[in-house]
């Protein structure tokens, strides 16, 4: 079935849009990929992250260290397996990484605009992304120059929790970016009388920032100035209220290291 489902897609990415694939072999197998993934998780009633198959495969490519950039042109990859990787894996991923950019909302209505508008028109990667700034009303050239021209990734992590020294009642958490890649974080902690909060890092070169996304009491903290490694804030909460802090919980950060996202804080600690 997910063959099936595959090949079905390609009627509407490469024929319909009718994309370069050549030159954008991602904009046809990779957002094929993603939609397939997206209707078999649907189809199947599945539970959890639908594009953990994508997010594997691209994994597998960074840790292989043959990655090429994305828009290196499909008969002048090194090696077969790049090529497949970037555009099946990380062609997947790349839409997965505007949804977590730009929000749901914006996402859904923008892949829709984007067959509305460029059908029958050999849509070029910028037109695309031209395309979801408009619709989410922020800048994200930056994110396409890094995830399709280069090869950096992404890894962000909870670098220490402490009672903040100035005002007691609050907890102090540094975060640190190791990746070479820059990205806006979602933060969620839970406590431990069960209720979540979540906090957003914009960064300034966006421009702009997402909508919440559920109804989690929400807070945007300052832009994380993305030349800077690392990043702290304080919440009005004492540490021992805190069970669990996690960096994005949503699953969709293409952070090759997902190790050191989250923090568990059992009973005993
Ligand atoms: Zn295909």
């Given amino acids: 079935v997910g063959v099936t489902v595959h090949e079905l897609y390609h009627s509407w990415y490469q024929n319909v849009l009718a994309t370069n694939e050549a030159l954008y072999a991602w904009m046809d197998e990779g957002f094929t990929s993603f939609a397939s993934s997206e209707t078999m998780h649907y189809l199947f009633e599945s539970t959890g992250n639908p594009h953990t198959g994508s997010m594997r495969g691209y994994q597998r490519l960074v840790d292989s260290g043959k990655e090429e950039p994305m828009a290196t042109h499909a008969d002048h990859y090194h090696t077969n397996f790049a090529y497949g990787r970037a555009a099946y894996s990380k062609g997947a991923v790349y839409l997965n990484q505007i949804r977590y950019i730009i929000g749901e909302e914006a996402f859904r209505s923008g892949m829709l605009r984007y067959h509305d508008e460029w059908k029958l028109k050999h849509p070029t990667d910028l037109d695309f992304i031209r395309l979801m700034e408009k619709e989410s009303g922020m ?14 990734t992404i890894d962000y992590g909870i670098a220490s929790v402490e009672a903040s020294e100035s005002l007691t009642g609050t ?42 996304e559920h109804d989690l009491k929400r807070t945007i903290l300052e832009d994380w100035p993305w030349v800077e490694p690392s990043y702290s804030f304080t919440i009005p909460m004492p540490m021992e209220n805190i069970r669990s802090i996690s960096i994005d919980p949503t699953e969709r950060l293409a952070d090759v290291n997902t190790t050191n996202n989250v923090l568990m804080y059992t009973p005993e600690q």
């Fill in 139 to 152: 800048i994200l050239d930056w994110f396409h120059e890094y995830f399709v021209h280069t090869t950096k």
């Fill in 171 to 212: 907890t102090q958490i540094e975060l640190e970016r190791m990746g070479l890649m820059p990205m806006p974080l979602d933060i969620r902690i839970e406590y431990t009388d069960g209720s979540k909060e979540e906090f957003y890092i914009p960064m300034r070169i966006m421009r702009g920032e997402k909508p919440a």
